[in-house]
């Protein structure tokens, strides 16, 4: 079964916006979203979330690596948005998709059909 209930971490409004606008013209629901990491976590906690795309490094420095685990250790599939290379992926984390900025419909999508 496809995943449905994707949670969206992302600390730009207007990028999180266009992230659900792609998950929702996919045909996929958003869950919610999130612009740090407490949120994000707090959401993961409330079941639900059956996907995951993160970005990688939010305001304040704060990166989403503890989402990421907090995913993993729950056997959710996600995915991280960057801008940057894949060597700022958290080395235990490598091993899954990124999503590289900025986003287009089809990268979303294709995306959204890994999960």
Do not use: W, Y
């Amino acid at each position: 079964m496809a995943a449905n209930g994707i949670l969206i971490v992302e600390d730009e409004p207007l990028i999180a916006m266009m992230l659900e606008d792609f998950v929702e013209m996919s045909g996929k629901s958003v869950i919610g979203s999130a612009d740090n990491v407490a949120a994000a976590i707090k959401a993961i906690e409330g079941g639900g979330v059956e996907a995951a795309i993160l970005d990688l490094n939010l305001r304040g420095g704060e990166k989403s690596t503890p989402v990421a685990a907090a995913l993993s250790a729950r056997g959710i599939p996600f995915v991280f948005a960057t801008g940057g290379g894949d060597d700022s992926v958290d080395a235990s984390f490598r091993d899954r998709p990124c999503l590289h900025k900025p986003f287009t419909m089809e990268s979303v999508e294709q995306v959204l059909a890994s999960f």
